[in-house]
């Protein structure tokens, strides 16, 4: 867990590990505001939040699909070769 002192600005990395609990309003307010102010005054930070946020909504659109089982299977095998 990250450390808390109110006066020192969050780093890119530490951002980007908060990201996920951003976008699903799990962090504290304090937390949250800290990487919205950095996101407002980082252009990579703040790319990389919306890339995250429009991969989360194709997702879920594609959730929503139909998918042949080949397909689905593919795209399985595909995500095993990335995290492997």
């Known amino acids: 867990m990250m450390e ?3 006066n ?8 980007v590990g908060l990201v996920t609990d951003y976008l ?3 962090l504290l307010p304090e937390m949250h505001m800290a990487v919205t102010e ?3 005054g980082c252009p ?3 790319a ?3 890339q995250m946020r429009r991969t ?3 997702l879920r659109q594609l959730a929503q699909e139909p998918t042949f089982p080949q397909t689905k299977e593919a795209l399985l095998q595909k995500f095993r070769e990335l995290r492997g």
């Open 44 to 46: 990579n930070c703040s």
């Open 24 to 26: 699903e309003d799990a």
């Open 8 to 15: 020192r600005e969050l780093t890119c990395r530490e951002v």
């Open 38 to 40: 950095h996101m407002i």
């Open 56 to 58: 989360i909504a194709m």
């Open 48 to 50: 990389y939040y919306a």
């Open 4 to 6: 808390q002192d109110e």
